[in-house]
């Protein structure tokens, strides 16, 4: 992991420099004869190809943020969108690993010099990378298969690093997904990025997750069975990663991987007091009974009350068209600030949209609703985008905003149809009449 800020600043800023000097040199081709059409493919297949390799090689925050990035790309149009479809769905699940002898000395340093002893096997060979650390299976003393958490040496520097530059370039990433505030999106994993670092935290968020869905028939939380600041074991867990069910899935397990991630966000709050806040493909997987597994709990955001109660107030009154009841409530809450002027019904127009899956027992999430919703809030001539800068965001909701922003992202990736409505009804407090 190059760990010199001056080698990342380099390195990502590479990316609207290579971008500028494309762009330029598809003006040339389309002064020797080729279409626009021809041009701008190529531009954008070597863009997403950068972006990958820039985003994926430094890992740290240039890659937590691309994997971020990756559960929004449902807005993108299609016209534009295979090549950083591809490109930034890479990033949920691969990046280039360390070296066999970085990942030994890590384990000396926190499991103690006699590590190897604690296993009965241990693969060299990463099966899995992530923003700032790699997994590795191994065999546990007891026999038990286990995953071996592994941070970056390093990974703190490079998170701060990033997370500066990347805020000098958001306009240039704003351009790759449309509809995604993405200067929040950067403020929020520069906010995390110490609970991110610990390991210790993220066992004890899993030991709670785990403990409560022990025994649900729909979710597998994989147990906590050693950690250490920069190393965390659990148990090994077997199935589909959801990267592989949206391209591939048939129709019966889009539909049951886009419930049970619907079930699990919006129940978490209540049962664990938590929400999972990392919601990329590569956290989720279909086991073959047909439970939903989540792994890497290093970012939650705790909720000691749950889900607040007006949140679910708000949305049963978009959902029944109740503009002026909705407009007291925002006031009330902190959404529309004391000396806003704000129509009550533009603000109805805006947020009713948001309410159409609960609206019937079922809602179909595509790619094509996501893009309409993207494109609304985008174009900067229409009310919707007046209105959605001159409402705030109180701080308490941000999260939670963000979290259930990036698994509506998902659900649209896997096409699924779900009964979003009774999901709510039953765990979101506020919204049933």
């Not at 890992?59 to 090549?83: N, T």
């Not at 970085?102 to 992530?130: N, S």
């Not at 000098?168 to 670092?197: H, I, Y």
């Not at 597994?293 to 009350?305: H, K, M, N, S």
């Amino acid at each position: 992991m190059p760990s010199k800020g001056v080698a990342r600043t380099a390195k990502l800023a590479s990316l609207p420099l290579g971008i500028a000097g494309r762009a330029v040199g598809g003006w040339g081709r389309r002064m020797a004869g080729q279409s626009a059409e021809q041009v701008n493919a190529t531009l954008s297949a070597k863009a997403a190809e950068q972006l990958f390799e820039v985003l994926g090689s430094l890992k740290g925050g240039a890659m937590k943020f691309g994997q971020a990035l990756s559960v929004f790309e449902a807005a993108v149009p299609d016209d534009m969108a295979k090549p950083y479809r591809e490109a930034l769905t890479k990033l949920q699940a691969a990046a280039p690993p360390m070296a066999v002898r970085q990942t030994h000395r890590v384990l000396a340093e926190q499991l103690g010099r006699t590590w190897a002893t604690r296993f009965a096997h241990f693969d060299d060979e990463p099966a899995a990378a992530a923003s700032i650390g790699q997994v590795h299976r191994a065999t546990w003393h007891d026999g038990r298969e286990v995953a071996v958490k592994v941070q970056y040496p390093g990974a703190d520097e490079a998170l701060r690093s990033d997370l500066r530059q990347l805020q000098r370039f958001s306009r240039l990433f704003q351009a790759f997904v449309p509809g995604t505030e993405v200067k929040p999106l950067l403020a929020e994993l520069a906010d995390r990025m110490n609970e991110e670092l610990d390991y210790q935290a993220e066992a004890q968020n899993q030991r709670v997750f785990a403990k409560a869905f022990a025994g649900d028939p729909g979710f597998l939380i994989p147990r906590v069975v050693a950690s250490s600041p920069k190393v965390v074991i659990t148990e090994w867990v077997t199935g589909t990663p959801l990267s592989e069910i949206i391209a591939n899935g048939d129709r019966e397990t889009r539909d049951l991987s886009g419930r049970l991630l619907a079930e699990f966000h919006y129940s978490s709050p209540e049962r664990a007091r938590l929400l999972h806040s990392d919601p990329h493909p590569g956290n989720f997987m279909l086991t073959g009974d047909g439970r939903m597994c989540v792994i890497d709990f290093g970012g939650v955001a705790r909720l000691p009350d749950g889900i607040p109660a007006h949140l679910g107030e708000m949305t049963r009154l978009a959902l029944d068209g109740d503009s002026d009841k909705l407009m007291r409530l925002l006031r009330e809450c902190g959404f529309v600030r004391a000396g806003t002027e704000l129509d009550a019904d533009e603000v109805l127009a805006y947020l009713s949209p948001f309410t159409e899956p609960l609206a019937g027992p079922t809602f179909h999430f595509t790619r094509r609703w996501m893009q309409k919703q993207a494109g609304r809030l985008g174009n900067t001539r229409g009310s919707d985008f007046r209105v959605g800068r001159s409402l705030n965001l109180p701080p308490e909701y941000l999260m939670i905003h963000r979290v259930t922003a990036g698994s509506t992202g998902i659900l649209c990736q896997l096409d699924a149809e779900i009964p979003a409505r009774d999901i709510v009804e039953r765990w979101q407090p506020g919204f049933a009449t």
